[in-house]
């Protein structure tokens, strides 16, 4: 593999391509074999970063022709700013592709985007035991100490 890499939005014709790098994202969170997403909830996914009304975004990282990375991000209200904020939701690079800085300059660029965006911040999670992320992460933004919980519905 070469050292070029493009960042980009994705477009329709990159489902194909995209899609191995969503299912490896979502197995390594442990969303695989019966605990996969449904089906509707990728594609719902995937068309809405095409829809301009939706504020979910999508960057893709393209080297030699392969997709091998992916982030996805979205804009939300605050109660402490005035700017929306920009959470960026799922990071994932090929394995085959790791460790060329692709995953700091997909967090770059979306902190780029944010910017021009207008948004006060960017913010995002992993899990505790993602420890080779956790370093990269650590490297490049301050950890708040919030934990997080969720409640399903």
């Known amino acids: 593999m070469s050292d070029a890499l493009h960042i980009r939005p994705p477009v329709q014709g990159d489902f194909d391509r995209w899609l191995p790098l969503w299912h490896g994202y979502n197995e390594f969170y442990g969303r695989s074999g ?28 393209e080297a030699d022709g392969e997709l091998v990375g992916l982030v996805h991000y979205l804009y939300h209200r605050s109660t402490t700013s005035i700017a929306d904020v920009c959470y960026l939701q799922d990071l994932f690079t090929a394995e085959s592709a790791r460790g060329r800085g692709i995953a700091s300059t997909l967090i770059a660029r979306v ?43």
């Open 111 to 153: 902190a780029e985007e944010a910017r021009l965006a207008g948004a006060a911040r960017v913010y995002w999670q992993t899990h505790e035991t993602n420890h080779n992320a956790r370093r990269l992460y650590d490297a490049l933004a301050e950890r708040s100490g919030f934990l997080v919980y969720r409640m399903t519905l």
């Open 34 to 61: 019966r605990a996969a997403l449904p089906a509707d909830v990728t594609s719902a996914t995937w068309v809405r970063f095409f829809d301009p009304d939706q504020p979910v975004h999508a960057l893709v990282a």
